[in-house]
C-alpha cells in the first residue's frame, strides 16, 4: 500500500516563499510520474507541476517560473518549491502518483493518479 503524506503548508503573505513535501512511503516501480495538484474552494482539482521518473518536468501555466517541483529519490520525497506566491494560489496542496510509467505532463488527468495523498493547506494573503 503505497502512502503520500504532505507537509509544509501553512500561512504567508505574498511573495514570501515556501516549501511542500511529499513523503512516500515506496516507488513501486522504476516508472513513474509524481504530480502537486491544488484545489481552492469552489474550484476543480487541478494540476500545477509534475516529474517524471526520467527527470522531466511540466508545470501548469499559472505557476510556471515560481514553482519547482523535485525529488529526492534517495529520500522518497518530492517538493514543491513556491517562490513568489500570490493570493490566488491558496488552496489545498494534494501529492499524486502513479507508478508503472513515465509519461507524465501537467494535463495529465487526475484520474490516471491512483495514489494521493491528505492534503495541506496553503494561505497566501496580500
Not at 500570490?86 to 508503472?100: K, Q
Amino acid at each position: 500500500q503505497v502512502q503520500l503524506v504532505e507537509s509544509g503548508g501553512g500561512s504567508v503573505q505574498a511573495g514570501q516563499s515556501l516549501r511542500l513535501s511529499c513523503e512516500h512511503s515506496a516507488y513501486t516501480s522504476a516508472w513513474y510520474c509524481m504530480a502537486w495538484f491544488r484545489q481552492a474552494p469552489g474550484k476543480q482539482r487541478e494540476a500545477v507541476a509534475t516529474i517524471a521518473s526520467d527527470g522531466d518536468t511540466d508545470y501548469a501555466d499559472s505557476v510556471k517560473g515560481r514553482f519547482t517541483i523535485s525529488e529526492d529519490i534517495a529520500k522518497n520525497m518530492v517538493y514543491l518549491d513556491m517562490m513568489n506566491p500570490e493570493p490566488e494560489d491558496t488552496a489545498m496542496y494534494y501529492c499524486a502518483a502513479s507508478y508503472g510509467g513515465s509519461w507524465c505532463p501537467v494535463s495529465r488527468p487526475r484520474t490516471a493518479f491512483g495514489h494521493w495523498g491528505q492534503g495541506t493547506q496553503v494561505t497566501v494573503s496580500s
